[in-house]
């Protein structure tokens, strides 16, 4: 079974995640089949960067996103507009959307100093 989920990257106190199709049974860091995205929790906001067309690729043919996975495309609205690719709407549209979407939400970042 495949699962969207997070691996992890980046150095020790400064996680960086990136979004990736791989088996369940593979390990949090090892192999995957596919980098959907890149979730960055220590800027402010959270940068979300996703390919939401092979997002959609992979759930149609049966990928669960995991928990975490599932609320990083639910604040980058990527559910709905799945939702709405169900239904029948060209995924192009839908692209477009996320795009736009995207440069809204990318106010100035600022990372956070922990």
Do not use: C
């Not at 192999?31 to 890149?38: A, K, S, T, W």
């Not at 092979?54 to 043919?61: A, E, G, L, P, T």
């Not at 440069?103 to 100093?113: E, F, I």
Request: proline share 5%; hydrophobic share 40%.
């Amino acid at each position: 079974m495949v699962r969207i989920r997070l691996r992890r990257i980046g150095l020790k106190g400064q996680p960086t995640y990136r979004i990736v199709a791989a088996e369940k049974e593979a390990p949090r860091d090892g192999r995957f089949l596919e980098i959907l995205g890149v979730y960055n929790p220590r800027t402010n906001p959270a940068t979300i960067k996703l390919q939401e067309d092979r997002i959609y690729h992979w759930m149609k043919n049966g990928a669960q996103p995991s928990e975490s996975v599932e609320k990083i495309l639910k604040t980058a609205g990527a559910l709905d507009r799945f939702e709405r690719f169900k239904k029948g709407e060209a995924v192009e549209n839908l692209v477009a959307e996320a795009a736009a979407a995207e440069a809204k939400r990318a106010a100035p970042v600022k990372t956070r100093k922990d």
